[in-house]
């Protein structure tokens, strides 16, 4: 096979895997990678991932010129165009809407709590690029905001993105996101997350040499935006200290309410007198206090100690 046919079969093969794990549905997502200095190939526009033919493919130059393909390129050749043109490393995009990561995306919650050292040594954290609109100019610009330092993002309200040194490289990210979500979502339900410190976070970063990691950008632990500029290393929210993990609860932190899945209906309890209705509701149900209330019952215990 010659390398285009090897890259023509590669693009089916990982479509078919994408929706075969649920990443697309329908006519969702799309994948291209590098043919040559000056040309891509590319999935065509309205055809579902998980039934392609290698004769489907587009070949497109770097402007998005069609130069070879019965069928159109993808409804999202500006946000392919824009992550080649700013990353020289990249040779393969892939964009899909897996529907955990998709879900924090609509959440707003970016995956940047270092939880897992595998995702930290390869991704770093997987930031939310800005709403906008699928298939316009707007979301490059968006996708422009992070593509430097960062080989996967969430898109807000849409699904993720991902790049790599070659085509696998690029699906196995986003396989990694979809599993990271999958594990952070678990882990938040449960009602905590052991967060690894800044200091291992550090290590972990040191190491990605020896594991023959290579990251566009450093991790850092202070936002790495400033203003419009593009990011500059990859945020990730490590707690300070060293020695090992922290357990950090959710539920006692002041902003879980507002940045954690919220509770179910009738799921708190205590002092606001929204108790569950029988003692059976009570021993299944979670309970969530915010921050003031949770003085306010310590308060109270001491006082009934006094
Ligand atoms: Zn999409």
Same mark, same amino acid.
């Given at each position: 096979?010659?390398?285009?046919? &090897?890259? @023509?079969?590669?693009i089916v093969?990982v479509?078919? $895997?994408m929706?075969? $794990?649920g990443y697309?549905a329908?006519n969702?997502?799309?994948?291209?990678?590098?043919l040559?200095?000056d040309?891509l190939l590319m999935?065509?526009?309205?055809?579902?991932k =998980?039934f392609? &033919?290698?004769?489907?493919?587009?070949?497109?130059?770097l402007?998005?010129?069609k130069?070879q393909?019965?069928?159109?390129p993808s409804?999202?050749?500006?946000?392919?165009?824009?992550?080649y043109?700013?990353?020289p490393d990249?040779?393969?995009?892939v964009h899909?809407?897996p529907?955990?990561?998709?879900g924090?995306?609509? *959440?707003?919650?970016?995956l940047d709590r270092p939880?897992?050292?595998?995702?930290?040594?390869t991704? =770093?954290?997987?930031?939310i690029?800005?709403y906008?609109?699928p298939s316009?100019?707007?979301? !490059?610009?968006?996708?422009r905001?992070?593509i430097?330092?960062?080989?996967g993002?969430?898109?807000?309200n849409h #699904?993720?993105?991902t790049? =790599?040194?070659?085509?696998?490289s690029?699906?196995?990210k986003?396989? &990694?996101?979809?599993h990271f979500a $999958?594990?952070?979502?678990?882990?938040?339900?449960?009602g905590?997350?052991?967060l690894?410190s @800044?200091?291992?976070?550090?290590?972990?970063q040191?190491l990605r040499?020896?594991? /023959?990691?290579t990251a566009?950008?450093?991790?850092?632990?202070?936002? #790495?935006?400033r203003?419009?500029?593009?990011?500059t290393?990859?945020?990730v929210q490590?707690?300070?200290g060293?020695?090992?993990?922290r357990l950090?609860?959710?539920?006692l @932190?002041p902003?879980?309410?507002?940045?954690a899945?919220? !509770?179910?209906?009738?799921? $708190?309890a205590g002092i &606001? /007198?929204?108790a !569950?209705?029988?003692p059976?509701?009570?021993? /299944?149900?979670e309970?969530?206090l915010t921050?003031r209330?949770?003085? *306010?019952?310590?308060?109270?215990?001491?006082?009934?100690l @006094?």
């Amino acid at each position: 096979m010659t390398a285009e046919s &090897t890259l @023509r079969a590669d693009i089916v093969e990982v479509g078919r $895997r994408m929706y075969a $794990r649920g990443y697309t549905a329908s006519n969702d997502g799309n994948i291209s990678v590098r043919l040559g200095a000056d040309r891509l190939l590319m999935t065509p526009k309205s055809v579902c991932k =998980g039934f392609m &033919t290698p004769d489907m493919m587009c070949i497109t130059d770097l402007d998005g010129r069609k130069l070879q393909g019965d069928r159109d390129p993808s409804s999202e050749m500006l946000m392919h165009l824009e992550v080649y043109r700013q990353r020289p490393d990249a040779q393969a995009v892939v964009h899909a809407h897996p529907p955990t990561a998709t879900g924090f995306a609509v *959440a707003g919650i970016a995956l940047d709590r270092p939880v897992l050292a595998e995702v930290l040594t390869t991704l =770093g954290s997987i930031p939310i690029a800005e709403y906008a609109t699928p298939s316009t100019r707007e979301l !490059p610009a968006a996708v422009r905001t992070y593509i430097k330092a960062h080989d996967g993002m969430l898109l807000a309200n849409h #699904g993720a993105l991902t790049v =790599g040194s070659d085509l696998y490289s690029a699906y196995y990210k986003m396989e &990694t996101i979809e599993h990271f979500a $999958r594990i952070s979502l678990v882990a938040r339900l449960l009602g905590r997350e052991n967060l690894i410190s @800044r200091d291992e976070v550090m290590r972990l970063q040191d190491l990605r040499g020896a594991y /023959g990691i290579t990251a566009p950008a450093p991790i850092c632990a202070d936002d #790495g935006i400033r203003g419009s500029e593009p990011a500059t290393c990859q945020v990730v929210q490590a707690p300070p200290g060293g020695g090992g993990s922290r357990l950090v609860p959710d539920t006692l @932190r002041p902003s879980a309410v507002s940045d954690a899945v919220p !509770p179910a209906p009738g799921a $708190r309890a205590g002092i &606001t /007198g929204l108790a !569950p209705s029988s003692p059976a509701e009570a021993d /299944g149900c979670e309970i969530r206090l915010t921050y003031r209330e949770l003085s *306010a019952l310590i308060q109270e215990a001491i006082r009934s100690l @006094r």
